[in-house]
């Protein structure tokens, strides 16, 4: 089992930068995949990026592709998420998640092990 807490979240104006971390129990962290995802108010958990375990393969939501990147370090136990040129319509809880086998996936029910959230907020 995998618990997942996020953090790094904040205010921020549009075309900044925040850098978020997913700090992750266990001893088998480098099996996993990892992903992000968000939620904005009234909106559903939509998927924002993923790295694979391992070599660390990614994959990234359009609406992102660019400006975030994803990238996991295996002797933390962390993963990070890089949000550049942020806009308002980045503003959402974002979500790190973990799943096994370690491929990639972008659908919220193919995840096993969620974070809180940490709340990310761009102001125009």
């Known amino acids: 089992q995998v618990q997942v807490v996020e953090s790094g979240g904040g205010l921020v104006q549009v075309g900044g930068s925040l850098r978020l971390s997913c700090a992750a129990s266990?001893?088998?962290?480098?099996?996993?995949?990892m992903g992000w995802f968000r939620q904005a108010l009234g909106k559903a958990r939509e998927f924002v990026a993923a790295?694979?375990?391992?070599?660390?393969?990614?994959y990234y939501a359009d609406s992102v592709k660019g400006r975030f990147t994803i990238s996991r370090d295996h002797a933390k136990n962390t993963v990070y998420l890089q949000m550049n040129s942020l806009k308002t319509e980045d503003t959402a809880v974002y979500y790190c998640?973990?799943?096994?086998?370690?491929?990639?996936?972008?659908?919220?029910?193919?995840?096993?092990?969620w974070g809180q959230g940490t709340q990310v907020t761009v102001s125009s």
């Open positions: 998640a973990a799943r096994r086998p370690s491929s990639l996936r972008v659908a919220p029910h193919e995840y096993d092990y």
């Open positions: 266990g001893r088998t962290f480098s099996v996993y995949a």
């Open positions: 790295i694979s375990g391992g070599a660390g393969s990614t």
